[in-house]
């Protein structure tokens, strides 16, 4: 199985700060790297699809970039609402795994 | 609009099986595969399996092999999740989600929680 890395585990930040998270494959996975954002007791949404295509409806301060075995996700200037938890998982190959979550708190 | 609805939440003694499902609607239900992924409480995301609605061909997590079981009923857009042989670590969330063009998880249904107690 693919093993997928997200560093940090958790993060603290304030409003308005640039926040990158990173996610690393166990293998190359090309560009199969999808991201989601998960509020307490909400089902995940998603935000990045492809390592870098924004979903519909998404805003403009959420990017990701990445391709092989490294990715990134970067929030432009954190607002309030973004406070959750971010997940990676590559849909290359099954099974489809998911990254352990970075956690990002307000500072 | 695309909207997947999950059954109700449900208490199983260890030992027993669960069958979660999961109703989509505002899409043709044949043309998008289906994921299933859990959440233990506190903790992160894990894929459990795939099924394609139009054959019925499914894949699993090698960890659940023999005890997840995932069906479908055409006639009612319907797709069901069934886990055998219930476990306390089997007390998490499920959640079915459509597998888009993509090959991203682009709608989720709103979760089901299953709790395993003696």
């Known amino acids: 199985d693919i093993q997928m890395t997200q560093s940090p585990s958790s993060l603290s930040a304030s409003v308005g700060d640039r926040v990158t998270i990173t996610c690393r494959a166990s293998q190359s996975i090309t560009s199969y790297l999808n991201w989601y954002q998960q509020k307490l007791a909400k089902a995940p949404k998603l935000l990045i699809y492809a390592a870098s295509s924004l979903q519909s409806g998404v805003p403009s301060r959420f990017s990701g970039s990445g391709s092989g075995t490294d990715f990134t996700l970067t929030i432009s200037s954190l607002q309030p609402e973004d406070f959750a938890t971010y997940y990676c998982?590559?849909?290359?190959?099954?099974?489809?795994?998911f990254g352990q979550g970075t956690r990002l708190q307000i500072k | 609009q695309v909207q997947l609805v999950q059954s109700g939440a449900e208490v199983k003694k260890p030992g027993a099986s669960v069958k979660v499902s999961c109703k989509a609607s505002g899409y043709t239900f044949t043309s998008y595969n289906m994921h299933w992924v859990r959440q233990a409480p506190g903790q992160g995301l894990e894929w459990m399996g795939i099924i394609n609605p139009s054959g019925g061909s499914t894949g699993y997590a090698q960890k659940l092999q023999g005890r997840v079981t995932m069906t479908r009923d055409t006639s009612t857009n319907t797709v069901y999740m069934e886990l055998s042989s219930l476990r306390s670590e089997d007390t998490a969330v499920y959640y079915c989600?459509?597998?888009?063009?993509?090959?991203?998880?682009?709608?989720w249904g709103q979760g089901t929680l299953v709790t395993v107690s003696s």
């Open positions: 998982q590559q849909s290359y190959i099954s099974p489809h795994t």
């Open positions: 989600a459509r597998f888009g063009s993509g090959k991203h998880l682009d709608y």
